[in-house]
Each structure stands twice: as C-alpha cells, then as structure tokens.
C-alpha cells in the first residue's frame, strides 16, 4: 500500500467551526492533490502543490485552503463549515520528474466530512 | 477540456466469472496516459492498471487487461475469474502529458462480485 495518510478518516462537525483536514506522504513526492468525492460523481480536483512553498487551485471552486510548508505535508482548511462541504475528501500524491512521472497517482483512504 | 464517462454506475458478476466495464473519453490531444482505480469500500484508492497512448499493445496485469481504441476513445477495462475482492468502485481516469496537473476521473462504476 502507499504511504499516504489522512487524518481524520471521519468527521462530524457543526456549521461554522473550523476544520482541517491533514495529509502526510513518506514517499518524498513533490507534487499532492486534494479532490473532493461525491457519491456518484467523478472526482474533482480542489488544490494541487508542485512543492514546499507551492499551492494551486484546481478547476472545482472550493472554499478551502491549503498549505505547503513541508513537502510530505499538504493541509486543507475550511475556516467556516457549512453543510453544502460535506463531502469525502481524498489526498493524493505524485512524483515529479519526468524520468519518474507515469502519471500515476497514490491516494490516501480519505476524510469523510459531514457537517450538520 | 478532457471528459471521462462511464456510462455504467453498478455491475455485478459472479465469482470465477469474467465482467468487462466500459469507459469512453474525449480529447483533442495525442499524448496522454489512461488508468483505471479501484477503490474498495472505505479503503485507499489503488492503481490496477495503466495504459500509455502511444503503445498500441493493450496492457496486462493478471487477471486485468484492457481493451484500448485510440480512434474510437474507448478503454475498457476487462476482469477474468472475477473474485469475491474485486468487489470496489472502479473509476477510468485520464491525464494528459501537456497538463499533467489535473487527472481526469469518471464518476465510477460499482462492482459487486457475488459468491
């Protein structure tokens, strides 16, 4: 299995607090992901980080932020959670040299956020 | 822009049998690498198998191989001996080797394999 971790696996939280969701790799991949999963639905790319220092939104407009200090860490925050976040939220992380790079992504298990 | 459907949500097979999940795609570029996923119920998502544009050759993992048509922009993905552990949702995904930032997925089909 990759080495990838979400924290937590399961939330439940009430609108309006905040929350974060945290992500770590021990593969040492510069570049990581985060997609928000609907039932039903293809996965959607909120953020992505080609390193330390480096933060990027996806194409799905999210109120999300997300941090890179470290390069095995890649935090997603929601200062005020409202129902309509409620969602799975998935890690995922890749190389990125070209010589490594097969387009593969490594996926964490995933925060499963529900806010009432 | 780069859009992945599968147009079946759920499946079912039965142990030992073979099911094939469809997978159709819409690009405007040559380059690009195809996957399938399978994510199990409430674990990690994982690669089953990968195929590059340029090979012709259909890719091969165990009892996973795929059927690709570049012209067609097909890639199914076809499951021998099914087995009680393939049960997953199994998602098609796209990126291209131009916009490598933003892989593109399918919303899924959901496999049950039935002893």
């Known amino acids: 299995e990759a080495d990838i971790y979400q924290t937590p696996r399961y939330l439940v939280i009430g609108t309006g607090k905040k929350i974060t969701l945290e992500c770590s790799q021990t593969?040492?991949?510069?570049?990581m992901y985060w997609y928000q999963q609907d039932p039903g639905m293809e996965l959607h790319l909120i953020h992505y980080s080609y390193g330390v220092n480096s933060t990027e939104k996806g194409d799905l407009s999210s109120e999300s932020t997300v941090s890179r200090i470290r390069t095995e860490h890649f935090p997603l925050t929601l200062e005020s959670a409202r129902p309509s976040h409620t969602s799975q939220y998935l890690c995922?992380?890749?190389?990125?040299?070209?010589?490594?790079?097969?387009?593969?992504?490594?996926f964490g298990e995933g925060s499963r956020l529900t806010v009432l | 822009a780069q859009t992945v459907t599968q147009s079946q949500p759920e499946m079912s097979v039965q142990e030992a049998e073979t099911v094939t999940l469809s997978c159709t795609y819409d690009t405007s570029e040559n380059n690009y690498y195809l996957f399938w996923y399978k994510q199990p119920p409430s674990r990690q998502m994982i690669l089953v198998i990968r195929?590059?544009?340029?090979?012709?050759q259909n890719a091969t993992e165990n009892r996973f191989s795929v059927n690709f048509q570049k012209a067609a922009k097909s890639f199914s993905l076809k499951i021998s001996d099914s087995q009680l552990g393939d049960t997953a949702m199994y998602f098609c995904?796209?990126?291209?080797?131009?916009?490598?930032?933003?892989?593109?997925f399918g919303a899924g089909t959901r496999l049950t394999v039935k002893p």
């Open positions: 593969m040492g991949h510069d570049k």
């Open positions: 995922a992380s890749s190389p990125l040299g070209a010589s490594l790079n097969t387009g593969e992504l490594f």
């Open positions: 995904a796209f990126i291209s080797l131009y916009n490598n930032n933003d892989m593109r």
């Open positions: 195929q590059e544009a340029y090979k012709q």
